[in-house]
């Protein structure tokens, strides 16, 4: 959808993509021996949407992406062809998690199976979870029968549940604005929807990219760089996934591209806010727990384990066995015993451990049976 309303938009599927369909080939004419290049996908939205379905399936093919999404330029060195073409390309992707499902006990990263240099260069993460929700699934089901009976959607009452922390030792990522996004987009009861032909709302944003360069207020600024300094001082106190530059000109961006869409010259205090909250709420997906909880001590991008401090408790004890007994071989039972004298409360040990194997502490040697490899 969002392909066909971009004015430039290229839509691909990862299980069938290639390195060379994404990026650029390099092509020898049989007739005339003389070579040429092929443009990829990312090329060819050049300015505009690439848009990959089934991210989490390209394998390989990743690599390919971190050159374009850092320096928007694609480079190619082959057959004695030295070169470099623009990839100026928002990219959209869509990836679903290893197995169907999705383990809140485990980092986004794990998910996915991705690794974290790619997840970084994406401004904005969001994790869509197919909860029961009496008010949603009552939209959703109006929507899909009201689509297949030929009628005109309207929106009947209903409300969506919204939580709000009183805890006063609250994170900056759980504070809740006095007039939330979500409660200003929300469709009022019995209000008739009237969607813009995508026509006409792909010449608009076509007119916007080209004739509208907004730039930031001072209040917008200060905002943003209060916002930006309150993680950075939150990740240095509980010893968090690093928050970078890189998280700064993610709201930079974002706050044009809001006033950008309002075709004004300026992006105001409104904007700012705007997107600080969208950022919160993007944070706060990859932060969550599998307990619903807020731990910041988990890694956002990194293929750690979600809970660090609970794996280093856990095998700086099975350390202090292994130097004490002068055997580094533990059954399952003997870890599992040790995990439950430390009160270490995890929702499926086995994959505790098996994320400890993946990370090399522990090495599998047999059925039940890990060797500690920090000794």
Same mark, same amino acid.
């Not at 928007?72 to 060195?77: K, P, V």
């Not at 197919?130 to 899909?144: A, G, K, M």
């Given at each position: 959808a969002v392909c066909n309303v971009a004015p430039r938009g290229v839509y691909v599927c990862g299980n069938t993509t290639t390195t060379s369909g994404l990026t650029v080939t390099l092509s020898k004419d049989s007739s005339s021996g003389d070579f040429a290049l092929e443009?990829?996908?990312?090329?060819?939205g050049d300015q505009g949407i690439c848009?990959?379905?089934e991210f989490d399936k390209m394998g390989n093919q990743h690599q390919a992406l971190l050159e374009a999404m850092e320096q928007?330029?694609?480079? %190619?060195? &082959?057959?004695?062809v030295v070169c470099s073409l623009p990839a100026r390309t928002s990219i959209i992707a869509a990836a679903n998690p290893v197995g169907g499902h999705y383990n809140k006990a485990k980092t986004v990263s794990e998910n996915l199976k991705m690794g974290s240099a790619l997840l970084s260069r994406f401004d904005l993460v969001f994790i869509l979870l197919?909860?029961?929700?009496?008010?949603?699934?009552?939209?959703?089901?109006?929507?899909?029968i009201a689509i297949r009976a030929g009628k005109q959607r309207t929106v009947s009452s209903a409300t969506v549940a919204r939580m709000n922390s009183q805890d006063p030792n609250t994170s900056v990522l759980e504070v809740v604005s006095d007039k939330p996004l979500s409660e200003r987009l929300k469709v009022l009861p019995g209000e008739t929807i009237d969607p813009i032909p995508h026509q006409l %709302?792909? &010449?608009?944003?076509?007119?916007a990219r080209q004739y509208v360069y907004p730039r930031l207020s001072t209040d917008a600024a200060q905002i943003l760089q209060d916002f930006y300094l309150e993680l950075r001082k939150q990740s240095q106190w509980l010893n968090s996934s690093p928050i970078t530059t890189r998280q700064l000109e993610s709201l930079i961006r974002l706050t044009e591209a809001r006033a950008r869409l309002e075709l004004r010259e300026e992006a105001t205090k409104e904007d700012a806010e705007d997107i600080v909250e969208i950022m919160k709420y993007s944070m706060l997906g990859t932060y969550s727990d599998e307990f619903g909880n807020l731990d910041f001590e988990r890694s956002q991008h990194g293929s750690g384990m979600s809970n660090r401090s609970t794996a280093k408790r856990f095998i700086s004890a099975v350390n202090n066995i292994a130097e004490r007994t002068y055997n580094n071989l533990f059954q399952f039972h003997q870890l599992r015993q040790i995990a439950k004298e430390l009160n270490i409360q995890v929702a499926d040990f086995e994959n505790f451990i098996g994320s400890l194997n993946d990370q090399g502490y522990l090495l599998k040697k047999g059925p039940k049976v890990y060797q500690l490899q920090t000794m």
């Open positions: 443009a990829g996908a990312l090329v060819l848009g990959i379905d928007q330029s694609i480079s %190619l060195a &082959k057959a004695g197919d909860t029961p929700n009496e008010d949603h699934d009552h939209l959703l089901s109006e929507h899909v %709302l792909r &010449k608009y944003i076509g007119y």
